[in-house]
C-alpha cells in the first residue's frame, strides 16, 4: 500500500530563515510526488512536481529514491509562505488517485 | 475562466438525513475525483471518473456513499443516513486526460457537519 508520511505537524520560522518540510513516502513502483499548498482561505493548489524539477516561489523538492524523501525547501522564508503544505503522491503515468500526507502548517513569522 | 465549483459550501444535517454534495469541474476535463478530508487530515481519495464511467470507488467508505457523473460533467455525492463521523470537508477535483497524468484542480470544498 502507498503511503505518504509528514512528521511534523507545525514549523515556526523567522522570515529569512530557511525552511525544510520533511515528506516520505512507501510506494512498491515508481511513483511521482508532488507538494500542494493551501493559504489561508483558499483552496488547495499544486505548488510543484518532482518530474518538473523547477523551482516555485523559491521552494524546491529534490526526489531522493533511497531515502524515499521529497522534502521541500527553501533557503529564505517569507511571511506570505505561511499556509499548509501536503506533499502527496501518484502512480506513475496513470491518472489516478493522490495519496495525501497528513499536512503541516508553516508559519513564517515578521 | 471558472475553476473547480462546488455546492453547497456548508452543510449541517442531522444524523440520518440524506445530503447531496454537487461538484461542477473545469470545462473539458474528462477526470473527476472526490476526496473527503477530515480534520486535521490530509485529503483521502474516495472516488474516481473518467467522463460517465466510474474507474474507481476503492475509497468509498462504505454503501451509504454513491456518487454519479451521469453526463460526464457535474457530479453529485450522495450519503445516505449520514453519521457523525462523515463530518469532514468533500474537496471535488478534476483534471485532463493524459499519458503522464496531469494536474488536478481542487474546488474550494463542501463543509459538512452532521450533527
Known amino acids: 500500500a502507498q503511503r505518504v508520511t509528514q512528521p511534523e505537524k507545525l514549523l515556526s520560522v523567522f522570515k529569512g530563515a530557511p525552511v525544510e518540510l520533511k515528506c516520505n513516502y512507501s510506494?512498491?513502483?515508481?511513483?511521482?510526488l508532488f507538494w500542494y499548498v493551501q493559504y489561508s482561505r483558499q483552496r488547495l493548489q499544486l505548488l510543484l512536481r518532482h518530474i518538473s524539477r523547477e523551482s516555485i516561489k523559491g521552494f524546491t523538492a529534490d526526489l531522493n529514491k533511497g531515502e524515499t524523501s521529497f522534502h521541500l525547501k527553501k533557503p529564505f522564508a517569507q511571511e506570505e509562505d505561511s499556509a499548509m503544505y501536503y506533499c502527496?503522491?501518484?502512480?506513475?503515468?496513470?491518472?489516478?488517485?493522490?495519496?495525501f500526507g497528513k499536512g503541516i502548517t508553516l508559519s513564517v513569522r515578521p | 475562466g471558472a475553476g473547480v465549483s462546488q455546492s453547497p459550501r456548508y452543510k449541517v444535517a442531522k444524523r440520518g438525513q440524506d445530503v447531496a454534495l454537487r461538484c461542477d469541474p473545469i470545462s473539458g476535463h474528462v477526470s473527476l475525483f472526490w476526496y473527503q478530508q477530515a480534520l486535521g487530515q490530509g485529503p483521502e481519495f474516495l472516488t474516481y471518473?473518467?467522463?460517465?464511467?466510474?474507474?474507481?470507488k476503492s475509497g468509498l467508505p462504505s454503501d451509504r456513499f454513491f456518487a454519479e457523473r451521469p453526463e460526464g460533467s457535474v457530479s453529485t455525492l450522495k450519503i445516505q443516513r449520514t453519521q457523525q463521523e462523515d463530518s469532514a470537508v468533500y474537496l471535488c477535483?478534476?483534471?485532463?486526460?493524459?499519458?503522464?497524468?496531469?494536474?488536478?484542480?481542487f474546488g474550494p470544498g463542501t463543509r459538512l457537519t452532521v450533527l
Open positions: 471518473f473518467q467522463n460517465e464511467a466510474q474507474l474507481d
Open positions: 502527496a503522491l501518484r502512480n506513475t503515468g496513470a491518472n489516478s488517485k493522490l495519496t
Open positions: 477535483a478534476s483534471s485532463l486526460p493524459g499519458p503522464l497524468g496531469n494536474e488536478q484542480f
Open positions: 510506494y512498491s513502483g515508481s511513483p511521482e
